[in-house]
T-cell receptor
Framework: SAVISQKPSRDICQRGTSLTIQCQVD?????MFWYRQQPGQSLTLIAT?????????ESGFVIDKFPISRPNLTFSTLTVSNLSPEDSSIYLC????????????FGDGTRLSIL | SQKIEQNSEALNIQEGKTATLTCNYT??????LQWYRQDPGRGPVFLLL?????KEKRKERLKVTFDTTLKQSLFHITASQPADSATYLC?????????FGSGTRLLVRP
C-alpha cells in the first residue's frame, strides 16, 4: 500500500496567519483527500484534491479558507488561512486506490494549535 | 437525518476475550462498509471492507458482519491482546465519499 508522508506533524500558529500542510505519496495515486479530525470526533472530509484542476470542496468548507493544490499525482498541499482558535484540529491527508470499494491510506496527520 | 453511531464509551475487556464493536447507521444505503484502527497520534489504518451482499468477512483474528436490514455492522476481535488497544472507526460510502463514525476506544487488559 502507498506510504504517505505529511508535514509538519504539528505546529502552533498565531491567529490571523496561515499554515500550509504538505502530503507526499511514494507512488502515483488517483484520489487524494483532506480530512479534519477534532478531538474525540470523527473524520470530516474537507475536500478531494484533483490533479490539474480545482479541488472539490464539501459543504461548509470553502476555497478561500482551505486552498488546496495538487500539482501532480504524488503531492498535495492544504493551506488553512486566517487562522482562528476554531481551526485547532488534526488535519489528515489520505489517498485512495480507486473507488469506494477500495481502502484509503492515511498520513499521520498535522496537529494544529492556535494561540 | 443521517447518522453513523459507534459506542462513545470505551470497551474494556480482559486479554484473551472476544471484543465486539458496533456500528449503526441511519438513512444511509451503503454498498460498502470499512473498518479502520487508529492509534494515538497516528492516522487511521485500514483493516477490513465488507460489501452489502456479504454477510461476513474474516481476516486472521478479525471478523466483520454487515446486516443491511438492521443497518448495523459488528466488528469482532477474537483472542484479544493488549496490542489490540486502539480506537476503531467504521466508515461507509455515501455518494462519492467515505463517512466516518466517531470511533470506539478498545482497552485490552493483560
Amino acid at each position: 500500500s502507498a506510504v504517505i508522508s505529511q508535514k509538519p506533524s504539528r505546529d502552533i500558529c498565531q491567529r490571523g496567519t496561515s499554515l500550509t500542510i504538505q502530503c507526499q505519496v511514494d507512488s502515483q495515486v488517483t484520489m487524494m483527500f483532506w480530512y479534519r479530525q477534532q478531538p474525540g470526533q470523527s473524520l470530516t472530509l474537507i475536500a478531494t484534491a484533483n490533479q490539474g484542476s480545482e479541488a472539490t470542496y464539501e459543504s461548509g468548507f470553502v476555497i478561500d479558507k482551505f486552498p488546496i493544490s495538487r500539482p501532480n499525482l504524488t503531492f498535495s498541499t492544504l493551506t488553512v488561512s486566517n487562522l482562528s482558535p476554531e481551526d485547532s484540529s488534526i488535519y489528515l491527508c489520505s489517498v485512495g486506490e480507486g473507488g469506494l470499494d477500495q481502502p484509503q491510506h492515511f498520513g499521520d496527520g498535522t496537529r494544529l494549535s492556535i494561540l | 437525518s443521517q447518522k453513523i453511531e459507534q459506542n462513545s464509551e470505551a470497551l474494556n475487556i480482559q486479554e484473551g476475550k472476544t471484543a465486539t464493536l458496533t456500528c449503526n447507521y441511519t438513512n444511509y444505503s451503503p454498498a460498502y462498509l470499512q473498518w479502520y484502527r487508529q492509534d494515538p497520534g497516528r492516522g487511521p489504518v485500514f483493516l477490513l471492507l465488507i460489501r452489502e451482499n456479504e454477510k461476513e468477512k474474516r481476516k486472521e483474528r478479525l471478523k466483520v458482519t454487515f446486516d443491511t436490514t438492521l443497518k448495523q455492522s459488528l466488528f469482532h476481535i477474537t483472542a484479544s491482546q493488549p496490542a489490540d488497544s486502539a480506537t476503531y472507526l467504521c466508515a461507509l460510502d455515501s455518494s462519492y465519499k467515505l463517512i466516518f463514525g466517531s470511533g470506539t476506544r478498545l482497552l485490552v487488559r493483560p
